[in-house]
């Protein structure tokens, strides 16, 4: 069956983002203790609570460990959060437990390598415009901008769009 992308992303339950290079721009900013900062696109974070309060949940799997990354998280509401987990296709039964969905209803946003196992077993992958050649050679839908600069919107915007939420989400801001 050869579905088109619309049909994938109208099944999505839960859409499952990476951190550094998809929320963020992949730089790591480390100060002379090791303390780590990140900088995170707010537009991106605004499109992460649409999706969400559109019914779709949001979940997190990153391949490092973070205080910014929880504390981010903690404030826009997401709460289906797994970090410093190389082995992300181990980790994904985990969120899928939590939001109680299957691989079928997923969506996964990634940008490298690492990315690849659980994009190759989902419902709908997205590379963000500057992932690894192989991640874009294996994703369904390739967003327009770069991770940190407002793929994970896009995705969010793509994903709400296909399943008639998107036009409601942004309706209290036309008022």
Known sequence: ??????????????????????????????????????????????????????????????GRRSGVVEHRMKELGIDLVIQGRRDKLEALDGLLTAAGVTRDETAYVGDDVVDLPV??????SIAV??????????????????????????????IMESQGTLAAAMAPYLK
């Open 1 to 62: 069956m050869n579905e088109t992308l619309t049909e994938r992303a109208r099944r999505v339950r839960l859409a499952i983002f990476d951190v550094d290079g998809v929320l963020t721009d992949g730089s790591l900013f480390l100060d002379d203790e090791g303390r780590q900062y990140k900088a995170f696109n707010s537009k991106d974070g605004q499109g992460l609570r649409m999706l969400a309060d559109s019914g779709v949940r949001v979940g997190i799997l990153t």
């Open 119 to 124: 994009m190759r077993r989902v419902t709908l």
């Open 129 to 158: 415009a500057d992932a690894h050649p192989l991640v874009r050679e294996h994703a369904h839908h390739i967003t327009r901008q770069p991770g940190g600069r407002g793929a994970a919107r896009e995705a969010c915007e793509f």
